[in-house]
C-alpha cells in the first residue's frame, strides 16, 4: 500500500504561484513514479506533470510547460510540484498519484494509489 497526501493549494490571482507537496508512505518511495493530475468541473481528470522513481525522466502536458515543474526529493518521500504564471484556467483539484511503471506514466489507469487531492482557485 501506498499513500499519498497532498498541500499547498489555496486561492491566488492570476500571474502568482503556488508549490503543491505530495507527501508519500508505506512503499519504498524511490520505487514509485509520480504523477499530478487535475479535474475541473465537469471535464475528466488530466495529467498535468509526472515524474518517474529515479527522478531522472519527467513529463508536461502541453498547457503547462514552461510553467509547471515537479520534482521530487527522495530523502524527504515527497514530490513537489511548482506553479507559476498561473492562470483561470488552471483551477480544479490537483490529486498526486503513485505507479510502479518504469519510466514515466501519464496514464490515469496506470496509477494505483492517489491521494485525496487539494483545490487550487485562481481568480482573474
Known amino acids: 500500500q501506498v499513500q499519498l497526501v497532498e498541500s499547498g493549494g489555496g486561492l491566488v490571482q492570476a500571474g502568482d504561484s503556488l508549490r503543491l507537496s505530495c507527501a508519500v508512505s508505506?512503499?519504498?518511495?524511490?520505487?514509485?513514479?509520480i504523477g499530478w493530475f487535475r479535474q475541473a468541473p465537469g471535464k475528466e481528470r488530466s495529467i498535468v506533470a509526472a515524474i518517474s522513481s529515479n527522478g531522472r525522466s519527467t513529463y508536461y502536458a502541453d498547457s503547462v510547460k514552461g510553467r509547471f515543474t515537479i520534482s521530487r526529493d527522495n530523502a524527504k518521500n515527497t514530490v513537489l510540484l511548482q506553479m507559476n504564471s498561473l492562470k483561470p484556467e488552471d483551477t480544479a483539484v490537483y490529486y498526486c498519484?503513485?505507479?510502479?511503471?518504469?519510466?514515466?506514466?501519464?496514464?490515469?489507469?496506470?496509477?494505483?494509489?492517489w491521494g485525496q487531492g487539494t483545490q487550487v482557485t485562481v481568480s482573474s
Open positions: 498519484a503513485a505507479a510502479t511503471t518504469l519510466g514515466v506514466p501519464i496514464f490515469p489507469g496506470q496509477f494505483y494509489y
Open positions: 508505506g512503499r519504498t518511495f524511490s520505487s514509485v513514479a
